[in-house]
């Protein structure tokens, strides 16, 4: 089972990546978890790779992972978050702070959808530049999931490009930066914050 990485950020935060290559059947379903409503079967291995993430995470097998009105994951004792792509899994846990992740696989398939998300005044060269925003984007949004932030009401500052690094990202609504960790690798981009 490839768990790719499992990462202490701080004494209580954790980043966990799973690359899904397993077939469906062959992923150990939890005991206290109803699988029968999923019908399809990506959903199901992408629920039941979370299952495995947060056990890796947390070495408890008998959490269960909750979703609020907006499909935010809750989970008792901890900030989550979680994030799937083609192929790929990524789950952020904390005790104490708020968390944000999102994973995208690389592909050209974000062009079609760059001006739904890049604002004129942010970089937009090259697809790496354009996954890199997708993925904080989505990850501050996630940060601050009450607010059901727009696209276009969040702004990446100027930043050079490197394999990793960090981003500031604009809340525009709040005038409030956060900071993203970003990594971009030949199979996907990887981008997470923490409160």
Not at 9 to 15: A, Q, R, S, V
């Amino acid at each position: 089972m490839p768990l790719i990485r499992k990462q202490k950020l701080e004494p209580d935060t954790w980043l966990a990546l799973w690359q899904m290559t397993e077939a469906v059947d062959l992923l150990p379903a939890p005991a206290s978890v109803d699988l029968s409503p999923l019908r399809s079967p990506r959903r199901k291995k992408e629920t039941l790779t979370e299952y495995l993430l947060l056990k890796a995470l947390t070495g408890d097998d008998s959490l269960v992972i909750r979703h609020n009105e907006d499909g935010a994951p809750l989970v008792d004792g901890y900030c989550v978050s979680l994030s799937h792509t083609e192929g790929w899994a990524a789950m952020m846990i904390s005790r104490s702070h708020r968390v944000g992740v999102d994973i995208e696989y690389v592909s050209e398939r974000v062009n079609r959808v760059a001006s739904r998300f890049i604002r004129d005044d942010e970089q937009q060269s090259t697809l790496a530049e354009r996954l890199i925003t997708w993925c904080a984007k989505e990850a501050v949004y996630k940060y601050f999931t009450e607010q059901h932030l727009e696209f276009h009401e969040m702004r990446l500052l100027p930043y050079a490009q490197e394999e990793a690094g960090e981003v500031t990202v604009e809340n525009l609504r709040q005038q409030v930066r956060v900071s993203i960790s970003y990594e971009v690798s030949n199979s996907y981009v990887l981008a997470y914050l923490k409160g």
